[in-house]
Antibody, heavy 118, light 107 residues
Framework: QVQLKESGPGLVQPSQTLSLTCTVSGFSLTSYHVSWVRQPPGKGLEWMGVIWTGGSTAYNSLLKSRLSISRDISKSQVFLKMNSLQTEDTATYYC????????????WGQGVMVTVSS | DIQMTQSPASLSASLGETVTIECLASEDIYSNLAWYQQKPGKSPQLLIYYANSLNDGVPSRFSGSGSGTQYSLKINSLQSEDVSIYFCQQNYDSPRTFGGGTKLELK
């Protein structure tokens, strides 16, 4: 069955770089896009960026200067790197499978809570 | 960016009641609208896409409607397991944007 699982550090210091991994199973990264979405505690959802089936990427303009998404098809993994973290980046980070015909998120990972604090 | 405005922000209803959540887009999104349910402590789950198409496995008491800039999610015969936060999302244009959420509680 389709599964996505995020992994990464739970605590990051301010100004440091966040690195997260999304490991997927039950589908191929060449058949579905994968997006990253984050949710600050008690708040709404923010789309961060996507890696398309062909390997190109698109980012939310608010995060574009700090964000990078890449993948390793052989390992079925998608990576997120975001630099210059601040306390407002404290959030649960989700990866989500995106249908290729429309930007609909049909499967989500369990999420990983990241706290930015010294 | 297309702004999505949900109302109400919170809602309290009784078991068996019918509830409606509204979502207003800042421009025409041509029915490219999805609804998600997020149960406490869980990740969001897709309920409805293309404004009115029910995702596989979603109970038929959920329905979506709307066009242009105005959309709604209706839950008939409210069940205890429907206590959640509901989000709308436009998938017409990039960046994908979400509504602020509607927290549904039992009265």
């Amino acid at each position: 069955q389709v599964q996505l699982k995020e992994s990464g550090p739970g605590l990051v210091q301010p100004s440091q770089t966040l690195s997260l991994t999304c490991t997927v199973s039950g589908f191929s990264l060449t058949s579905y896009h994968v997006s990253w979405v984050r949710q600050p505690p008690g708040k709404g959802l923010e789309w961060m960026g996507v890696i398309w089936t062909g390997g190109s990427t698109a980012y939310n303009s608010l995060l574009k200067s700090r964000l990078s998404i890449s993948r390793d098809i052989s390992k079925s993994q998608v990576f997120l790197k975001m630099n210059s973290l601040q306390t407002e980046d404290t959030a649960t980070y989700y990866c989500a499978r995106e249908r290729t015909i429309a930007a609909i998120f049909d499967y989500w990972g369990q999420g990983v809570m990241v706290t930015v604090s010294s | 960016d297309i702004q999505m405005t949900q109302s109400p922000a919170s809602l309290s209803a009784s078991l068996g009641e019918t509830v409606t959540i509204e979502c207003l887009a800042s421009e025409d999104i041509y029915s490219n609208l999805a609804w998600y349910q997020q149960k406490p402590g869980k990740s969001p789950q897709l309920l409805i896409y293309y404004a009115n198409s029910l995702n596989d496995g979603v109970p038929s008491r959920f329905s979506g409607s709307g066009s242009g800039t105005q959309y709604s999610l209706k839950i008939n015969s409210l069940q205890s397991e429907d206590v959640s936060i509901y989000f709308c999302q436009q998938n017409y244009d990039s960046p994908r944007t979400f509504g602020g959420g509607t927290k549904l509680e039992l009265k």
